[in-house]
């Protein structure tokens, strides 16, 4: 029996008698009645009585059995010695005792080697310490106390330890070491620590054993997960690794997970998200990406959002994931020659005409593939596949839709303007007449629309001109100083206007009371602030570009 049935025990009372005399009237008369009782019943109410005593006093006896037992189990709550602290000492002391049971468990399985039952009872062992280990991630200050006790380096062993329950093990645990919030802790204790795990190729370890690990199980599933947890943790608090881990075999891993015919689940969305963050930036990776085929395995990707919605929001993640590396790539020159290969240009105009949610999308990945010099090609081949059909009715409405998708109305209209503005650019010949017949169509209605979206934009930013005139006046009646670079917040519109039909612009500019200068103004401004390209010959001969048109216009 254990406490909680000890104390809640009740002694059995027996059965009660049933009364032979029950009625009001027999009740009232009771002592009377009891005086004409026979000698044999007079003995039974007695001994009922003696009973009655005897059950009082044994619950008197049980109540105060309740009061010893509870003042014993607090005095044992009382004794139990309070948790060790954590400081140098317990953790160096952890730490020995971790590295006696690695090697012990190591030794054991050297010596029989078919034989578990010899060394099962040191890897349970093992397993524990390593599981004790995780308090160290409360104190980031003592990480150094792993690296210079040489932790690390056997922790990183345990990686390729025969029986994946330990490697995962290790996995948890350095996944909470790793935490981004502990890094930031300690910042000293972080570069230590992340250090070390470099030094050790924790990238290429974590991939290797990610690689033997069935993603059926639940445990491996997960131990998977806390992979790609550390991997994003460390990319976080240090990117420059990015590039490190992707040649270690991080990218091919990441585009064969990607790619396997497996249902959805949290670990492909967890994949598409770190390889959106390994091509962030990273001309690197987004070349190794590119050499691995890797844009056509996104485009296969991709292509299943082609007609259908994503079924949840975890998976319109995952597909927006897909498409900002796919962006990413593209800012690389050849890359844009695999996206043309791969008829990446031909999904992406489908995917603008079947009006799904991949429709956004797909926008952002046709501006970024044909701006500038580099996307040329991409920008005679869209007219070839009569985009123009596609993306003209996008210029002269913005989808409901959109909205949905999480995009604004602005971000939009700057995919669109930035895709024609990229095709007058680049287009020759006989493209290039098909484009500008274009804005003649309809009585030249792409022209209204064009100005309609000119006076939009300006007024715009005269409203924030007024704003932040109204914040510099404020500024000086307070003495305080100015900062210059609060003059270069504005006139990022694109706007090729000297291409497009001259006569129809200066007829609605007239109407609308506007001017060809504020025009040549802007497009000065948007010159002068022209940023840093691939080159400074680039720079200089984009700025003289538009100061001609603007000068022509």
Known sequence: MDVGELLNYQPDKGAKRPREEDGGEDDSRGGKQQKGLSAREQARYREAGLERVAEMRETEELTEDKKVILDKLMDQDEEEPEAEPVDESSVKKMILTFEKRSYKNQELRIKFPDNPEKFMESELDLNDVIQEMHVIATMPDLYHLLVELNAVHSLLGLLSHENTDVAIAVVDLLQELTDID????????????????????????????????????KEEADGIYNTLAIIENMAEFRPGLCTEAAQQGLMQWLLKRIKAKMPFDANKLYCSEILAILLQN?????????????????????????????NTAEEQEMMENLFDGLCSCLMLPSNRDRFLKGEGL??????????????TSALKVLDHGMIGPEGADNCHKFVDILG????????????????KTGTSEKEHEEHVCSIIASMLRNLKSQQRTRLLNKFTENDCEKVDRLMELHFKYLEAVQQADKRIEGEKHEMVRRGEILDDSMEDEFYLRRLDAGLFLQQRVHQILNLRGGSVKVVRHIMREYAESIGDGKSDEFKEAERKRIMDLAENF
């Not at 050499?291 to 919605?309: A, C, P, T, Y």
């Not at 123009?388 to 909205?403: A, C, E, N, Q, S």
């Open 282 to 310: 990273n001309d690197n990776t987004r070349e190794l990406l590119g050499e691995m085929d890797g844009i056509d395995v996104l485009l296969q990707q991709l292509s299943v959002f082609k007609r259908h919605n994503p």
């Open 388 to 403: 123009l059909r596609t993306i003209f009715p996008l210029f002269m409405k913005t989808p409901k839709k959109m909205k």
């Open 346 to 359: 031909q999904l992406m105009n489908l995917m603008l005409r079947e009006k799904k949610m991949s429709r």
């Open 182 to 217: 502990t890094l930031h802790e300690s910042e000293e204790g972080a570069e230590v620590l992340i250090d070390a795990l470099l030094e050790g190729q924790v990238v290429a370890l974590l991939v290797q054993n990610m690689e033997r690990l069935d993603e059926q199980v």
